[in-house]
């Protein structure tokens, strides 16, 4: 996974995270778009509760996860946020804007491109505020530390399932691989 990087700006503060998946860009869309389902997948995400379903097919979602602090017992701290979220499946875009709580305003993109043996996926966060040195802080403690876990386990699950061989149904349910028919068993007439 590429480094992540704060860059200061008159304006907001930015960080950014890439990792390279060796997936199709299709099923790491269809992964990370599934907010609902990150609890389910992702081991550090402990709630993704719909708040309300907007008329445009946005969300706004409560979320909780856990910030490491040691890994091996496995000891965070609960870390909660609200965002309304969105994507375009035609560009592989994930949009997350949160309200109220410390990152008030911050905006979240998730781009998930082609890629030689996959796709790239990177975790954009601008966060506008007055305070630059809270900003800072909050994505160097919080924020970097929560998406770059996000990001590592769905390379894992995306990858373990693009290995999966297919299983060709047709010759499942014949009884041999390939897809020809099962012959019928050896019939011996003396028993």
């Known amino acids: 996974m590429k480094e992540a990087r704060s860059t200061r700006s008159t304006r907001s503060t930015r960080s950014t995270q890439t990792v390279a998946i060796a997936a199709p860009p299709e099923l790491v869309f269809r992964l990370a ?3 609902e389902r990150w609890p389910h997948v992702l081991p ?3 709630r993704a509760h719909v708040l309300e379903r907007h008329t445009d097919g946005s969300k706004t979602v409560e979320f909780v996860a856990l910030r490491p602090l040691f890994r091996p017992l ?3 701290i609960p870390v909660a946020w609200r965002a309304r979220t969105s994507n375009d499946p035609g560009a592989r875009l994930l949009r997350f804007v949160h309200h109220g709580g410390a990152t008030d305003g911050m905006s979240v993109t998730w781009r998930i491109e082609p890629a030689a043996g996959g796709c790239s996926v990177s975790i954009e966060h601008v966060f506008e ?3 630059k040195a809270y900003a800072r802080l909050v994505i160097r403690l919080f924020v970097r530390p929560i998406a770059g876990r996000t990001l590592a386990t769905f390379k894992s699950i995306a990858e373990a399932l ?5 299983i060709d ?3 499942e349910s014949a009884g ?3 897809g020809e ?9 003396g028993i």
Do not use: W
């Open 33 to 35: 778009s599934d907010v």
């Open 44 to 46: 550090h995400y402990l």
């Open 74 to 76: 496995g000891v965070g």
């Open 129 to 131: 505020r007055r305070a």
């Open 162 to 166: 693009a290995m999966e061989p297919v």
């Open 169 to 171: 149904r047709g010759a």
């Open 176 to 178: 041999k691989p390939g």
């Open 181 to 189: 028919s099962a012959s019928p068993p050896p019939t011996n007439p």
